[in-house]
């Protein structure tokens, strides 16, 4: 005769809790943790809630990662336009920065002035404090 289950005593036991070691039914079983029911409240009661909700999570980041890149490049477009009208030498340089993470990515038309050159270090550290700084959060 098949031993009968340790929580709830009705049905034959088929499986074994990997947690606590009790034979139990498949009614007092979760097979996706491999532990019975009564494990299975305790590890839910003690992580809060379920694992699920943290999956999304990376994917927000990066996203955010990508509009502060974009933020930083259309400043630095304006801020381009803006030197070049204030410099009034009627050559206008078209340039942008695009980061990937920390990597910016030159992107220019026209002559490459110095201005440009300077502003797209510039532009490239602040990237890395943004990025260094979204990290260390
Ligand atoms: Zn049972
Ligand atoms: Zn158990």
Redesign the pocket.
């Known amino acids: 005769m098949a031993e009968k289950?340790g929580?709830?005593g009705?049905?034959a036991a088929r499986y074994v809790c990997e947690s606590c070691g009790r034979n139990?039914?498949e009614?007092?079983f979760d097979p996706q943790r491999w532990v019975c029911t009564d494990c299975l409240s305790k590890i839910v009661g003690r992580m809060g809630q379920p694992t699920e909700t943290s999956v999304g999570y990376p994917q927000k980041r990066l996203l955010l990662l990508f509009f502060t890149g974009f933020l930083i490049v259309f400043i630095g477009m304006a801020l381009m336009i803006m030197s070049s009208l204030l410099s009034g030498t009627g050559s206008v340089s078209g340039g942008a920065v695009i980061f990937i993470g920390p990597i910016p990515i030159l992107l220019g038309s026209g002559p490459f002035s110095l201005q440009v050159f300077i502003l797209a270090i510039v532009l490239t550290v602040i990237g890395v404090i943004f990025f260094v700084r979204d990290k260390r959060r």
Do not use: I, K
């Open positions: 289950c929580l709830c009705e049905y139990v039914c009614n007092c």
